[in-house]
């Protein structure tokens, strides 16, 4: 499994090791099929790679089935549902909602869908400032260098508790659905589709979410 371990709950580093829904919902779905799951920690933006290439067997990062990925990889079935939103510090008032990011330098994690989705915004004049980790993105909001950054929910929740002065604002930017990546044609994609059912039906996927995420 290609991951990006930096980005709680789905996936992070707990006592060396790789925790958080998708590494649970990987083990059951491997456990199910006779596989041993094996984590490898790397930077988001080469997960599609080290799957396209047989590095990786299949990528889990919260990542979100987007047409432009699904010329690259297959995807499973839907795990779970995300909001994109917006963080900014407390005292901003440059941005208060989407809109307002046309024209403002807005901060992403390289390659994820909030880099993606705000790439349109540069013909309005707003300028990206793309980071291979989340962290680093709120890091320069903090120091004034991004006035805003545009990233997943859940882990815009974690990111704003480590962060003083920082906010999530009301309004959401873009609703998405999680899934595992695959090669092409890969035989474990429907094997995988008939795990991520049971596991549905059974209620595994919903324990583990519930454990990471309590609303």
């Known amino acids: ?19 958080g829904i998708d590494a649970e919902i990987a083990d059951a779905v491997c456990n199910k099929l006779g596989y041993t799951l094996v984590i490898d920690d790397m930077d988001f933006d080469s997960i599609i790679t080290a799957v396209t290439s047989g590095k990786a067997d299949f990528g889990m990062a919260g990542m979100t089935i987007t047409d432009e990925r699904k010329q690259s990889v297959d995807f499973t079935d839907p795990y ?11 005292d901003e008032d440059k941005v208060a909602g989407a809109d307002d990011l046309k ?10 869908t909030g880099d993606i989705y ?20 709120v890091l320069a909001l903090t120091q004034g260098k991004v006035d805003a950054v545009v990233i997943d929910n859940q882990p815009a929740k974690a990111f704003v508790a480590q962060n003083e002065g920082t906010k999530i604002l009301d309004e959401p930017f873009e609703n998405e659905e999680y899934a595992i990546c695959l090669a092409k ?6 094997k995988f589709n008939q795990a991520l059912s ?18």
């Open 80 to 90: 779970t549902n995300a909001v994109q939103v917006i963080i900014v510090n407390e």
């Open 1 to 19: 499994m290609a991951t990006n371990a930096a980005f709680e709950p789905y996936e992070f580093v707990d006592g060396g090791k790789v925790v």
């Open 103 to 112: 024209t403002a330098v807005i901060g992403v994690q390289l390659g994820t």
């Open 185 to 190: 044609g890969s035989e474990l994609t429907s």
């Open 118 to 137: 705000v790439s349109d915004f540069e013909e309005s004049g707003a300028k990206i400032e793309r980071f291979n980790k989340g962290a680093d993105a």
């Open 198 to 215: 049971e596991l549905k039906s059974d209620g595994t996927i919903d324990k583990i979410i519930k454990k990471y995420i309590s609303e």
